[in-house]
């Protein structure tokens, strides 16, 4: 009887999935299929889009090689791109995850607890939520030269005698970028860590403080292996977004000095976007990170499964445990 | 103060109340850290550029905003009413579609027994990490091709698919839809659809108004998408209009640059500090990252 119920309602299950699965389809496979295709063609200028050819067999990746082996500095700069996204994204992420680390730490401190965390919490995660495109052009203004708020607050502190052209400079250049996700991020990792221990069963802690752990003791024996997950969660979702980076470099020095901020995404814009309109090459480097990032999310999509079977074995366990337990006290 | 600070009960050392202040110090630090930036942004879109240039960091407020006003708007390319609408239809029109029909798809993955489900569900978690960007190339051509750049549709329609607020959802759902309700009203003879908008959709509200908030900031700064598809300037967004500041037109006009980027973020900036508690409850709950 049950059974043939949930027979009949299962149209229903299908027929609630049609919107999202047809425009899925249409919106986003549809262009992935495209995207795809288009790499392994000669798509060239607006007329291209629609009027495009496969390359010959014997030649059917040359966009890729373009793209990425041809060692002439025009075409190379695909790997220069990629090469300055990951620098990027390395530079601002270990300040950024371990700054997240200590104030989880301080916030969630058993021993000494820390007053205002709900103001403070606000005011960190402030800047994720402000368009970066925004505060990317206000970062360009407060680093302006030879006059602006940065040169002038060094300045008046003693720090340099004379102003520094932040812009024209690659290391200044990239440590700012970087510095701008650092300060856009560190408060929302902050959060989503602080949930983490808070979600740890508190009696691990308890016993730790019995046996009279430390803080850090505690912090590096109990808190960190348990947060295995939501770390491993956490770099690679912050990988993904430092992957698909455009706004901030654009807006902050338009990917100079030098080209040495210009990042995967700016160089697939310019590639079809620019004069030439070279939308097969441009496709052929999606592609790259299409797949670089497919990799990364398999990483993603093993944690969430580990999770689910870590929660099922604990189970499993647990009901032996009690198994075990009855049947001592029977006997 | 540190005594005060410290939880009656526990001895603390000196070395820890050192450490406690220390801890003060380096979160007052980041709080200043975090709102410096905007405050200078605020108080120079209200002084000349003569004063900008003269001490660029001033936490006096100036005279000159409604000149500012007039030089940034005298240009006749930063438009911050244009932008706001385009904005507000795009986000709003894109929020609305992403929380009722993730929340729809959710429903039929949690509430429905049929075959295809659990493939579906897998479906939906490997791709919910792709961002649209990188099939951007494909995309542009398909909305190309039938005509529709220069149209705030494209930027709306796709919202009905999101995989990552599907996740959410039914991560919530599970747990906190009884389906004895969904049984009862069915024995009232409402149809499926009616239990969903009736009685579902209610008990969704919390988790509803968390993704409609993200959904609608992540809308509203999206840049890459929108500068590829909008090249009139009656449909420009905001941060399209941001990056017109950058140009050669306002070159040396400080004062109305800070006061266009000050246009820009202002309706963020409300949003964020009417809902705040919301939006840190939400972002602890692992919300999805725009």
């Known amino acids: ?331 | 103060m540190a005594s005060n600070t410290l939880s009656a009960g526990i001895r603390h050392t000196p070395g820890e109340r050192v450490y406690h202040v220390f801890k003060y110090v380096v979160c007052i630090f980041l709080a200043v850290l975090s709102i410096f930036p905007f405050l200078i942004m605020a108080v120079n879109a209200t002084r000349t550029t003569t004063q900008i240039q003269a001490h660029p960091i001033s936490l006096l407020f100036g005279t000159n905003f409604l000149k500012n006003l007039d030089i940034l708007l005298g240009k006749n390319m930063f438009n911050p009413l244009v932008g706001l609408r385009n904005s507000f239809i795009i986000s709003a029109g894109a929020t609305i579609l992403t929380v009722y029909f993730s929340t729809l798809t959710a429903y039929a993955l949690v509430a429905y027994e049929w075959k295809l489900r659990a493939l579906f569900f897998t479906i939906i978690l490997a791709v919910m990490m792709i961002p649209g960007t990188v099939t951007s190339i494909g995309f542009y051509s398909f909305i190309y091709k039938i005509g529709w750049t220069n149209n705030l549709l494209p930027l709306i329609i796709p919202a009905v698919a999101a995989p990552g607020t599907v996740f959410f959802m039914r991560q919530f759902m599970i747990p906190s839809l009884p389906m004895e309700i969904v049984q009862s009203a069915r024995v009232d003879g409402a149809s499926e659809f009616r239990t969903f908008n009736q009685i579902v959709l209610p008990i969704m509200k919390p988790a509803m108004a968390t993704q409609a908030i993200f959904a609608f900031v992540g809308n509203w700064n999206n840049l890459f998408i929108p500068q590829i598809l909008l090249t009139d300037s009656k449909v420009y967004t905001m941060p399209i209009m941001v990056s017109l500041l950058n140009g050669d037109v306002y070159k040396t006009e400080y004062g109305a640059i800070y006061l266009g980027i000050l246009l820009t973020v202002l309706p963020i900036f409300v949003i964020y500090f009417a809902l705040s508690k919301y939006i840190i409850a939400g972002v602890a709950l692992g919300g999805v990252k725009e």
């Open chain 1, 1 to 331: 009887m049950k059974k043939d119920k949930s027979f009949s309602y299962a149209k229903y299950g299908y027929l609630f999935s049609i919107p999202f699965v047809v425009v899925y389809l249409i919106f986003s496979l549809y262009p992935t299929v495209t995207t795809i295709l288009l790499a392994f063609t000669d798509a060239k200028g607006m007329q291209g889009l629609s009027n495009w050819n496969f390359l010959p067999k014997e030649q059917i990746f040359e966009n890729f090689v373009q793209v990425v082996a041809t060692p002439s500095i025009e075409k190379s700069q695909f790997i220069n791109a990629l090469k300055n996204t990951v620098i990027l994204w390395v530079v601002n992420f270990i300040p950024q995850i371990s700054l997240a680390l200590l104030l989880t730490a301080w916030f969630t401190s058993r021993r000494n607890q820390l007053r205002a965390q709900g103001f403070f919490k606000v005011v960190f995660y402030m800047p994720n939520i402000i368009t970066a495109a925004s505060i990317a052009l206000l970062f360009n203004k407060l680093f302006a030269y030879p006059i602006g708020p940065v040169n002038s607050l060094l300045q008046n502190l003693g720090v340099i005698d004379a102003p520094i052209e932040f812009t024209s400079k690659v290391g200044w250049t990239r440590g700012i970028i970087s510095f701008i996700q650092f300060w856009m991020w560190y408060g929302s990792t902050m959060i989503v860590l602080i949930s983490g221990v808070l979600g740890i069963n508190p009696d691990l802690f308890e016993a730790a403080e019995l046996d009279g752990a430390s803080n850090s003791q505690m912090f590096w024996k109990i808190t960190v292996p348990n947060m295995k997950t939501i770390l491993l969660y956490n770099i690679i979702t912050s990988l993904i977004g430092g992957l698909s980076m455009y706004d901030i470099p654009q807006l902050f020095n338009k990917g100079n000095p030098r080209r040495s901020t210009i990042t995967a995404n700016m160089f697939i814009y310019n590639q079809a976007f620019g004069s030439n309109k070279l939308f097969a090459r441009a496709s052929a480097a999606s592609l790259i990170m299409f797949v670089i990032i497919a990799i990364c999310s398999v990483f993603v999509f093993m944690a969430f499964n580990d999770e689910a079977g870590k929660a099922k074995r604990a189970a499993k366990r647990a009901a032996r445990l009690e198994a075990k337990k009855n049947k001592m006290e029977v006997g």
